[in-house]
């Protein structure tokens, strides 16, 4: 698991410009930040933090008395964070560069835990579902987002992997990749009055990427990687079946790629 965790931080200490890659990001974190009542006062983590785009608008909105502590393992995006943190003057958020599957937190510390656009990253999503429940006041609330099973051409790349190598994929979103899915997995560790909301949007993909048009098995993986010994012969099926499914979508301005993910609140 130590490869998969250094190649999830490769992935983000590459991304310099986070922010501002495209709308999603900033989109999501302020979305999921405006779904819950933040007020002056309250304790807050928000795990995997990244650049702190949920993080920093927590601060002022906790501030003077409250606090945000920002967990995330990657120190490019936490850089990015500093900055904007060093920018704004705020003395409230504390950033820890730390594995948050590793990192230890009182019993009842918290009155809100955010983690956005992040969660899919963990490898015990369970395990942190029990942290994190653990760690919130009676009433706090975990607060996160999760892609839903149609988003990221998930759906059929477990499809391509069953029908043409009888291979079950562990696709990295499938632990809570439908409100069903989530609201299981959250009440197994104790949480009530679940609410799950379907946001769908969709984005434009470029057919000259041949990140959004070639599939052969890539991705992250989690929970370990059935695909990583394929023969050439079985990566050209994939392939081919991928690039089929890809044309089945072409419309005149290019393929439109579904985005759609839950908002969660799950409350202790
Ligand atoms: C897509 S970014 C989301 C960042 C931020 N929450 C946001 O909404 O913009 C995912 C982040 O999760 C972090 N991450 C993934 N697994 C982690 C782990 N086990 N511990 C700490 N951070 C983790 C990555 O380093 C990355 O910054």
Redesign the pocket.
Known sequence: MADY?QQ??D??DSRTS??TEGEK??R??KK?LSSVLVEPGQSIL??????????ISAAQKVAPTGSVIG????SG??AQAREKIAADGIDNLELIQ????S?EFDAEQFDLI?????IV???DVPGIIGKCYSWLKPGGCLVF?TPYKTSYMAEIHVRLCRELLNIDLPHIIRPLWTPEKCRWQLQQYGFKNIEIEVDRTKRLRSLTNRYDTHWHGQGFFPRGNPLTNLTAAQKELLLVGYQKAIADRVTDEGVWQDCTTLYVRAYK
């Not at 967990?71 to 990657?74: G, K, Q």
């Open positions: 965790k999830v931080i992935f983000f986070y922010d990001h900033p999501e974190a999921l928000d795990i995997a933090t990244g650049t702190g785009l949920l993080a967990v995330d393992f990657s995006m936490l730390k594995d948050i599957e990192i955010f983690c956005c656009s992040a990253y963990i490898v987002t």
